[in-house]
């Protein structure tokens, strides 16, 4: 039966879930998304994980963190042991997908401590270990794009581990992303690790670009920029999917495409929409092309179900009129480098605040179930 999430995925675009909790997986309700609204693949964050361990009326994980009190576990112990569970779990319930999708698809992602965002290292052996205690293939371990991110992804991907590549809003940062990925398929290519078991996506985000463009261009005030607003996100995404095809048609990418290598799939994160004023489905609609991945929060999610139209692909006939956007950015005074750097400064900050938060409220729930 023909529906719009149905026709989505027809168009080539894999409908991911950005949300997860232990009661979402409990109650069917995961499955039931998997079977009516195409979903075919989730991703989690540290606040998603906060939301949902610290909801006064999710119970879900007492039992859990009662045994867990007992053994003495500390907080951070506590929250590595329900967040793997709960993404094993749900790797799990995506099994069969993962399967008839020939690997591609049928993913959960599970993010490297944010306290990690600067330190190589660290995120090289918290990536192995999560990708050792959830021990399921079609896991992601996800690894944001900072500049200590990008040696790190390329040494994981060389170690045959794969990986969501987050926090990416710059076109100059995507493509040294892609680099790390092809470094890391080179690394593990030389160890004799078969490259079809390696898989990644790459989360270019959307929505948070116009939320702090807009900002800059209602600052600014004039004709010009007002006429910009809601236009930096889509043509930031359209130029980043132009970017994609380029280096993915290159030589040195077919070389490891003909070796057996996966592409490396964009995928549109930060999709929900923060202006009101603007349609649900925005960053789904209009950002419609073969081969990537659209991650939803639930409302979007369900906007799309109930009034999505999909006309097919709305990005590579837009590469001219994306150059044009920026270029109108860049008269009326908006610096866009700026704005993808603040941007990635506020993304980690945030998820290491949503990181501490939930350590500070499961450290709570241990001393109180002691």
Excluded: C
């Excluded at 170690?159 to 890391?184: H, K, P, Q, W």
């Excluded at 700026?338 to 001393?367: C, M, N, P, R, Y």
Aim: aromatic letters at 6%.
């Amino acid at each position: 039966m023909s529906t719009p999430t149905a026709d989505l995925s027809a168009a080539g675009v894999s409908i991911w879930l950005d949300d997860l909790s232990r009661t979402r997986i409990q109650s069917g309700n995961l499955q039931q998304l998997i079977d009516t609204r195409n979903v075919v693949g989730v991703t989690t964050n540290p606040t998603i994980f906060a939301n949902s361990m610290t909801n006064p009326d999710d119970t879900s994980y007492d039992a859990q963190v009662h045994e867990l009190a007992v053994s003495g576990a500390t907080a951070a112990d506590a929250v590595f042991a329900a967040t793997t569970q709960d993404v094993r779990d749900a790797l799990d319930v995506f099994r069969p997908v993962y399967d008839a999708t020939g690997h591609v698809d049928g993913r959960v992602s599970i993010e490297v401590s944010p306290d990690l965002a600067h330190d190589t290292e660290g995120t090289i052996a918290q990536a192995k270990e999560l990708w050792d205690r959830v021990d399921r293939p079609n896991l992601l371990v996800k690894i944001p794009a900072t500049k200590a991110g990008l040696p790190a992804i390329a040494a994981t991907i060389g170690a045959g581990i794969s990986v969501n590549v987050t926090l990416i809003f710059s076109l100059e940062r995507y493509a040294e992303v892609i680099d790390a990925y092809l470094t890391g398929l080179e690394t593990a290519k030389a160890a004799g690790i078969d490259l079809s078991t390696i898989h990644s996506v790459a989360s270019f985000f959307v929505s948070r670009v116009d939320t702090e463009t807009d900002k800059r261009l209602a600052a600014i005030g004039t004709d010009e920029a007002t006429a910009l607003k809601s236009k930096a996100g889509l043509a930031n995404a359209r130029l980043a999917y132009e970017l994609y095809e380029q280096t993915f048609a290159g030589d040195r990418a077919k070389a490891l495409l003909d070796a057996g290598a996966t592409l490396q799939r964009p995928l549109w994160a930060s999709t929900g929409v923060k202006d009101p004023a603007l349609p649900d489905t925005l960053y789904v609609t209009e950002l419609v092309a073969a081969g990537v991945v659209n991650t939803m929060p639930e409302k979007t999610l369900e906007a799309t179900a109930d009034h999505g139209v999909v006309t097919g692909d709305t990005v590579t006939s837009t590469y001219e009129a994306s150059r044009e956007v920026f270029e109108g950015l860049k008269a009326v005074g908006v610096d866009f480098d700026d704005v993808t750097q603040v941007l990635e400064d506020e993304g980690v900050a945030k998820f290491i605040d949503s990181w501490h938060d939930l350590l500070t409220q499961v450290a709570a729930g241990l001393e109180a179930a002691r």
